[in-house]
């Protein structure tokens, strides 16, 4: 078997709360292959957000360990985990996070300013992402001119320009009608076909169909870990 | 370039709020114009002194008489001062390079149906070598007529300008008062005096054809003069000239020693010096006073730059969560405080510019030198601000968690 893509043992987080504290994640063990698409789920205080943000390299575990792609997240510098999250993570999240007063090529180029991708390439990778996600014709759009839908995309756009070996998307349709929920949805399951590991994370288990395996997270723990043999196909609702 | 990018980013961000930004500038604005201008005026003043020194002629002398003082009355007795003296100082006094008599009076010139009332002074030729004056045409007076008194002119520029317009005035005679003298030269232009009088509005005559003529014979003083001017060589050292001359007339005088003097010895360049000194140190304390007012504006920039900060700390997240090194937003920010406090102070120098162009434009104020290496100082001085000042906000932005930046509300 191939060394897994993320692999997780014994993570466990504290917070303090003041004099107390808090332990959102009482001890994790979990692999993740690349090539999966993975929903983790659970209610708001589960420990879900906090394992993303262990997962996308955004936090350090308090204790246990957390390797990525063969390296261990605890022994790197600041500097070395957002060289991470530059060339390896792409983020989607559910407010879009875009920049308001920069085009949708300029939203998408901007992981590029913190590579080393030389300023020449930029441009045509902005735009091949840009049309990879179908808003070719929308590149000198603002946010504030792109429905929600469009801005996601954007989004998706800009997470894929580094071609990361994982997506960790945050609740990317809690903010989306279900039409252009189901329409984001389907580019997921199209860049997971591509070969793109997807990290989901959703309190809806309507939206966690889509993926093939399930994660659920209560208090801290994983509960629950099984395949999921009834993924739903977006695309093909969409096009009913 | 990646600068290039940063710039762009910057100049978005101030652009989102610019009513803002202005006012952030604004005391940077302040303190650089504020700055400048007054090391300007400082710079105008010192050229304006050295203009009045070096139309004095080098390092003079003024010999007067002094106050005589008797009773509780005073009066500006000039008996004891005269043509004697002058031959005497030069003489004797080591490193004098002349010194010379000098006689004043005021009246009327007349050439033709033109007239003009003008200064009538009355000289010799030691007089121009001591104003460091030439002839723009003509020639000096001869011994002889300086000893004869003879009726015979030198002209200032002015007074040409005045009585003779195109033609020459060579070999013309003119009426002085109530005598004809002819014209035997003409003066160069040499401009205001320190007053703001017009130098070159005079006549000159030999000193004794204005006594006899004008200003009349002392019986206890036939040879009066009203002063005597008196140049040293260069590098000569003046203390000691002052000295010598003081020395030379007590004793010519008679007066006992601890004897009041009864001349009056000036030394005209150092006065002048000294009080350009004065208005140095007035400018520099100004100047002093308008940097701090640079420091204000720096703080204002602080103030923003934190409130920006703060403002945009989900920006950062995002910026974080895509690969931003904490030294990437660290730099962000800090470029948007160097551009902020740039873009002040080059504006600031605009208005210096402005500012001092109309003050000379229309005579306000000594007038104003705005030099090129104050500019850059002011200019180097407020990016500096930007970088002091800036620091710390765009410290703080870096050192921000990126997990809870992008969670911020």
Redesign the interface.
């Known amino acids: 078997m191939t060394q897994p893509l993320l692999k997780v043992r014994q993570a466990k987080k504290v917070y303090a709360m003041g004099d107390e504290q808090v332990w959102a994640l009482k001890g994790v063990d979990l692999d993740i292959q690349q090539g999966e698409f993975v929903a983790i789920m659970g209610s708001s205080g589960s420990g879900k957000s906090t394992m993303m943000?262990l997962l996308?390299c955004?936090?350090i575990a308090s204790e246990g360990s957390i390797a990525f792609a063969g390296q261990e997240l605890s022994s790197l510098t600041?500097?070395e985990l957002?060289?991470v999250?530059?060339?390896r993570i792409g983020?989607v999240?559910q407010q879009f996070?875009l920049?308001p007063?920069?085009s949708a090529l300029g939203n998408v180029t901007?992981?590029l300013?913190?590579?080393n991708v030389p300023?020449s390439d930029w441009a045509s990778r902005a735009k091949q992402c840009l049309e990879n996600v179908g808003l070719g014709s929308r590149m000198d759009h603002h946010p504030g001119q792109l429905s929600g839908g469009q801005q996601q995309r954007v989004a998706i756009a800009?997470a894929l320009i580094?071609d990361p070996l994982m997506i960790l998307a945050d609740e990317p349709t809690g903010a989306l009608d279900t039409q252009t929920g189901l329409e984001v949805m389907a580019l997921f399951q199209q860049l997971n076909q591509q070969g793109k590991t997807i990290i989901l994370v959703t309190h809806e288990p309507d939206i966690a169909q889509f993926a093939k395996r399930k994660l659920t997270f209560r208090d801290g723990e994983l509960i629950n870990d099984e395949r999921n043999n009834n993924v739903r196909q977006a695309a093909l609702e969409n096009t009913l | 370039m990646k600068i290039v990018i940063l710039l762009k980013t910057a100049i978005t961000a101030l652009k989102v709020n610019v009513l803002r930004s202005c006012l952030t500038m604004l005391g940077i604005i302040i303190g650089v114009a504020a700055v400048i201008i007054m090391v300007a005026m400082g710079a105008g003043a010192q050229q304006k002194v050295d203009e009045q020194i070096k139309s004095l002629g080098g390092n003079v002398f003024f010999v007067t008489g002094a106050f005589r003082q008797s009773g509780g009355a005073r009066s500006a007795s000039v008996v004891k001062i005269n043509e004697d003296d002058a031959n005497l100082i030069e003489k004797q006094v080591p490193g004098v390079e002349a010194a010379a008599p000098y006689l004043s009076s005021a009246g009327q010139v007349i050439y033709g149906n033109l007239n003009w009332s003008t200064e009538i002074d009355g000289i010799d030729n030691r007089y121009f070598v001591v104003r460091d004056w030439d002839l723009a045409s003509g020639r000096e007076f001869t011994s002889a007529e300086i000893n004869r008194g003879s009726k015979v002119a030198i002209i200032g520029e002015r007074l040409r300008v005045e009585l003779f317009g195109a033609s020459d005035p060579i070999g013309q005679t003119i009426r002085v008062t109530n005598f004809n003298a002819t014209i035997i030269g003409v003066l160069a232009a040499k401009g205001q005096d320190s007053r703001g009088e017009d130098q070159d509005d005079v006549i000159f005559l030999p000193i004794k054809t204005v006594r006899n003529k004008i200003t009349g014979v002392s019986s206890t003083n036939p040879k009066s003069v009203r002063f005597i001017q008196v140049s040293a060589y260069d590098g000569e050292d003046m203390d000691y000239i002052e000295d010598e001359m003081s020395r030379l007339l007590r004793q010519r005088m008679r007066i006992p020693v601890g004897g009041d003097d009864m001349f009056r010895i000036r030394n005209v360049s150092e006065m002048i010096a000294t009080r350009a000194e004065t208005i140095q140190v007035f400018n520099t304390l100004l100047a002093w006073v308008a940097s701090v007012s640079l420091v204000v504006g720096g703080i204002g920039i602080m103030n923003i730059m934190l409130v920006s900060v703060t403002e945009r700390t989900r920006e950062i997240g995002l910026r974080m969560a895509v690969g931003a090194k904490p030294s990437d937003i660290l730099y962000q920010f800090l470029i948007e405080s160097i551009v902020l406090c740039g873009l002040g102070g080059f504006i600031g120098v605009v208005i210096a510019y402005g500012f001092v162009f109309m003050g000379n434009q229309y005579g306000i104020g000594a007038g104003g030198i705005i030099e090129t290496q104050v500019v850059l100082l002011s200019l180097g001085f407020s990016g500096l601000i930007g970088v002091f000042f800036g620091y710390y906000p765009a410290l703080k932005a870096s050192r921000l968690a990126p997990i809870d930046a992008l969670r911020y509300e």
Do not use: H, I, V
């Open positions: 943000n996308g955004l936090d600041k500097n957002a060289s999250r530059n060339q983020f999240f996070n920049l007063r920069t901007l992981p300013l913190y590579s300023e800009r580094n």
